[in-house]
């Protein structure tokens, strides 16, 4: 089935609920999910984006705004008649059915039977890959095939949309990594759109076709994870997406003075650079590593005080006059021995990869270039 957008699948339009508490859960939210799309509803505990699920779920009604599903207003219509199923992260198998009925349950319930009945969940099963365990108990099921069931029982009516509350949250992480692979390998073939919420960044990023960034009940940012990882709206965006060293310091229109001692030149003029307070942002994987003997321009030099081996990378802590820098750099099968601690090294960055955000913490532009050479990742380290 294709899974090219052909309009909206659901939206929210101006829509708020409160629960009693000082501040609304959700906040004037304005979203919209298109046909095909994997969308995902991202942010920190108590951001109201379950219960912005919820309500497209038709479990919780909004105080204002509008909920559509398919172009049509669903407001005050109950779950049960929403073209909409819902997958939780407990699975909620039926232990005496077996795989195959608990996949046919919800055919059952809409007097599917016989012949056509088989064919639909025997589909469905392919498409989980869980064809040659139709006949099998839950309880013979590891969690991830678990998952899948239950994957299997939400799509084989073929809703609208698809909403998912941290189905992934129970497996392990090896699985939960390959969960994601499947889910979104199975989404494309069923041409669902599905609306995801998850506290996880790499889950979003991993799967996402668009991402909504929601922080106290409010919705910050909309975008693909590319754009959302590498052009984040807001300071809090760029510190929640991955890792970032958040370095504070202050402009003056022209140039950016940081607390760590490096002096930037500001972004174009009438990006939003002001006089005062402002944060650069670079993440880990941009900092560029040099001994503290080489002629750096624009880097400023520090000493390492953790370095700690994940595998694919290595991360080092400088201290940068009493400011922690964060540094990502590569395993690479050319790489030379890890930097020890106590080294003095330079640590500067290209002007591109400095993001500048003023002191609302939103998003003013990116360094600009000085003319200057920037320094390159070097691989044969003296360092002292």
Same mark, same amino acid.
């Given at each position: 089935m294709s899974a090219a957008a052909a309009g909206a699948a659901a939206e929210l339009v101006g829509v708020t609920k409160r629960y009693g508490g000082a501040r609304p859960a959700v906040d004037g939210v304005d979203l919209r999910i298109e046909e095909g799309e994997f969308f995902s509803i991202l942010g920190p505990s108590g951001c109201?984006?379950?219960?912005?699920?919820?309500?497209?779920?038709?479990?919780v009604r909004p105080d204002e705004g509008e909920i559509r599903l398919g172009g049509a207003s669903v407001d005050g219509v109950p779950p049960h008649k929403r073209n909409v199923n819902t997958v939780f992260q407990s699975y909620a198998l039926f232990g005496h059915l077996s795989v195959a009925d608990n996949v046919g349950f919800g055919l059952r319930r809409r007097k599917?039977?016989?012949?056509?009945?088989?064919?639909?969940?025997?589909?469905?099963?392919?498409?989980?890959?869980?064809a040659e365990r139709r006949g099998a108990m839950p309880s013979e099921l590891s969690g991830g095939q678990q998952q899948r069931v239950a994957l299997a029982r939400a799509l084989v009516n073929m809703p609208e949309l698809l909403l998912l509350d941290e189905p992934l949250g129970a497996l392990d992480l090896k699985l939960r990594r390959q969960m994601q692979v499947e889910l979104k390998q199975i989404q494309r073939e069923v041409g669902i759109a599905f609306a995801y919420v998850t506290?996880?960044?790499?889950?979003?990023?991993?799967?996402s076709d668009r991402i909504a960034v929601m922080n106290d009940g409010k919705v910050l940012q909309v975008d693909t994870p590319t754009t959302i990882y590498n052009n984040p709206a807001s300071l809090f965006v760029a510190q929640f997406i991955g890792s970032t060293?958040?370095?504070e310091g202050s402009g003056d229109g022209a140039t950016v003075q940081l607390a760590c001692g490096a002096r930037l030149v500001a972004p174009a003029p009438g990006t939003g650079v002001?006089?005062?307070?402002?944060?650069?942002?670079?993440?880990?994987?941009?900092?560029?590593?040099?001994?503290?003997?080489? =002629?750096?321009?624009?880097?400023?030099?520090?000493?390492v005080v953790e370095s700690v081996y994940v595998g694919s990378g290595t991360t080092y802590k400088v201290d940068v006059n009493a400011t922690s820098i964060e540094?990502?750099?590569?395993?690479?099968s050319g790489a030379a021995a890890a930097i020890p601690v106590g080294s003095r090294v330079r640590?500067?960055?290209?002007?591109? =990869?400095?993001?500048?955000?003023d002191g609302n913490g939103k998003a003013a532009g990116r360094c600009a270039e000085d003319g200057t050479k920037v320094p390159q990742p070097t691989r044969s380290r003296n360092w002292i």
């Open positions: 109201g984006k379950t219960t912005s699920l919820r309500m497209l779920g038709g479990f599917v039977r016989g012949e056509e009945m088989r064919r639909r969940v025997d589909e469905m099963l392919r498409v989980v890959s869980l506290h996880d960044q790499e889950e979003a990023l991993t799967m060293n958040a370095l002001a006089d005062g307070p402002l944060t650069a942002c670079v993440r880990p994987e941009k900092v560029i590593l040099s001994p503290a003997g080489d =002629d750096a321009p624009g880097a400023v030099t520090g000493t540094v990502l750099e590569a395993n690479d640590v500067g960055w290209r002007p591109e =990869d400095c993001l500048i955000f």
